[in-house]
């Protein structure tokens, strides 16, 4: 199979693997779509020294089964998937314990074990989830998202009618605002970007708050002056840390949220004044057949954030153009690649 690796100085390499159906449980998926985004780029560039060279990257695929190791009640050859971008360890603490869910050392796709850059993949059947028809390929393959969107949901223990502040307008913002819609709390979407608030507005997210000197005011009128008691700051926000701390009420909670970390400095004496609780949630694991459900229920709406499909040929070219554009700090689009031509 063919894989594009970086390796340790930054060089992309096309390279031939081969991968066998050695396992009974395993089956061999036909990559079909795989997704890039700003931080599977971080990642590869050696951001907070995160990632094990060489490394293929992409977190987030979408496939469709061509061989399986032993028959499944629920996989056949043919079967479209989505594909779990993690594996528990099976040897720490918590996975000794059944407590996948809280395992330290999770092997993760594009970060610590090979990404879905590739052509074929051979997985573990539990970790591919069958894709309904009903769902668009183009919003499964944000499934990564959209399971770490429930995780944050699940941690911060979001109530009905309750106001969830979330700073970052990213993709991954729109889709954790839209799934508070879905379980009956009040998202508030804040962006520095006026560009960035627009498309959320057109997915249903009704309270966007673009930063200014009077946030904090803007906040306070929307809540009845009592702020906001359950924060996210999405990761790779523009926006300073503190407005998380600014807009927070006393006791409120705050999640960091995203797949990647870049440094941050955050105003410790502000949380300790407020007597936050803050948490971080970096993957959304045991939620990917919930994820798969809640976009068959059509509980989120992609269509105002279009990808266009990339050719193989243009992955060395991309992926450098990607590379280069976040060394120097400068935006870029995620990129969906065919993995068929
Ligand atoms: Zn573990």
Redesign the pocket.
Known sequence: MNCWQINSNGKIEKINKTELLDDVDSVKIKITRTLITEEDIALISGEGKAVSYPIIPGRMAIGQIIDLASPSEYLNKGTKVCISALR?????Y??LEGN?KK???FKIAGQNSDGFLKDFAVLKTADVFPLPQSVKETDAIYLEYIALALSVIDKLGIEKGQHVGIIGASVFGSILSQLIIYYQGVPILIDDDEEKLLPAKKSGIYYTLKVSHKIEEDVSALTGGRMISKVVYVSRSNVPVDLAFKISSAFAKVAFAGFSYPPIKAPMNLAIRKQLSCIAVTNGFGNYETAINTLANKAVDLSHYPLSLTKMEDIETNLNNMMTAFKEKRKFDSLLINMLG
């Open positions: 528990a360890c099976g040897k720490c918590h996975c996948e395992c330290f050392d």
